[in-house]
């Protein structure tokens, strides 16, 4: 076994910390939320075919939008089993 094998049976994995889920998730909301208001302004002064692209990828951060809050909601719900 090599010296770089053997340290890394020595690592343990870190614990499950699911403390700040929720707030990272909704920093990365945000985020998008900026990103999409962002991407509006951009529109003004795009091609029709960058607007298309545009718009296209403000749907896919909505929908991502969708799984983030889902994703707080489930978050919400563990660390609250009794809501």
Known sequence: M??????QHNH???PDDRSDNVEKLQDMVQDTIQNI???HETMQFASGEEKEQIMAKNKRREEAIEGMRAEIKD??????PES
């Open 12 to 14: 343990k994995p870190k």
């Open 37 to 39: 208001e962002a991407a």
């Open 75 to 80: 978050e919400y719900r563990h660390n609250h």
């Open 2 to 7: 090599t010296h770089q094998n053997k340290n």
